[in-house]
């Protein structure tokens, strides 16, 4: 078991195995010392736990709990282009879409769900750029999707 792992299994979380993408795409791929991530729904099992608007179908915190699982995905794409989460070492970028009520201002909170968790897993080098933006609608109806920028040895 790798340290990352171990971290992982404190805060009784587990990367899934890389979910298969729903277009013409790869889940990630490396330039360079940096891994970058295909937008990653909150996929669970190959499922989205929950589907439509925040602000409307789905309040802001279930959408930030399903924020939470698309870092997971995030991690396990990054897994397989680079081999192990260990050789991560800085997150360096996360953009954050919500599908958004037109009413609803809260992205931010939304996408905190990931940047909280990024910062429990990798702690200070898990600070990272970020943005947060509302979209009218996300591939199968999904709340949130994030994109993953990763530093790595």
């Not at 940096?34 to 669970?44: A, E, H």
């Not at 997150?91 to 909280?116: H, L, M, R, W, Y």
């Not at 600070?127 to 949130?144: I, K, M, T």
């Amino acid at each position: 078991m790798s340290a990352l792992d171990d971290r992982l299994a404190e805060l009784g979380l587990v990367v899934p195995a890389t979910s298969k993408p729903v277009a013409a795409y790869i889940p990630a791929v490396t330039s360079g010392n940096l891994v970058y991530t295909s937008g990653q729904l909150p996929m669970v099992d190959g499922v989205l736990p929950a589907t439509g608007k925040v602000g409307a179908e789905v309040d802001a915190e279930a959408a930030k709990l399903l924020a939470r699982n698309c870092v997971l995905n995030g991690l396990a794409a990054a897994r397989t282009a680079i081999g192990s989460l260990d050789r991560i070492t800085r997150v360096v970028k996360v953009v954050g879409f919500v599908a958004s009520d037109p009413s609803f201002t809260g992205q931010p909170g939304v996408i905190n769900g990931a940047s909280e968790l990024l910062g429990e897993i990798f702690g200070e080098s898990g600070a990272h750029a970020r943005s947060a933006v509302g979209v009218a609608v996300l591939p199968l109806d999904a709340p949130v999707e994030i994109e993953f920028v990763f530093e790595y040895a």
